[in-house]
């Protein structure tokens, strides 16, 4: 029989819990552009949206792996690997459309900045992590 802490997860230390709607919400939040957009290319017959489709998937199928883990895995450590990890697949996604885009303009070069996002938040969350477990001494 399942108890209430497997089924909730393990409890974290300081800021961060386990909760579906905020794991799920965030995942899909920072992929579904990825699909969305490797789903437009593949239909306009670009063959780099498949890459871009599997960018977005790829992180999906971790934070999923992460969530049927949670009654072992710590939800700071997970969201911050969720983070990198859909961090990645975006980079290598904007790699691929330069790679294989036919114009070489200079915006291309400033759209990449967006991706900063990504450790911004692992920094963001690290310091919240942080400053909670100070406050629960």
């Known amino acids: 029989?399942?108890?209430?802490?497997?089924?909730?997860?393990?409890?974290?230390?300081?800021?961060f819990q386990w909760n579906r709607g905020g794991w799920f919400g965030?995942?899909?939040?920072?992929?579904?552009?990825?699909?969305?957009?490797?789903?437009?290319?593949?239909?306009q017959s670009r063959p780099v949206g498949g890459l871009v489709v599997l960018c977005g998937l790829i992180p999906n199928l971790i934070g999923l792996a992460?969530?049927?883990r949670r009654s072992s895995v710590s939800p700071y450590p997970a969201i911050q690997i969720l983070i990198a990890v859909c961090g990645l697949g975006a980079l290598v996604a904007m790699l691929g459309l330069r790679l294989f885009s036919l114009s070489q303009s200079s915006s291309e070069l400033s759209s990449v900045w967006f991706l900063l996002i990504y450790p911004a938040l692992m920094l963001a969350f690290h310091l919240q992590e942080q400053a909670a477990r100070r406050a629960a001494v």
Do not use: F, K, V
């Open 1 to 15: 029989m399942m108890t209430i802490m497997e089924h909730q997860g393990r409890r974290g230390l300081g800021a």
């Open 26 to 43: 965030s995942q899909l939040g920072a992929t579904l552009w990825l699909i969305l957009l490797g789903g437009l290319l593949l239909a």
């Open 66 to 68: 992460l969530w049927r």
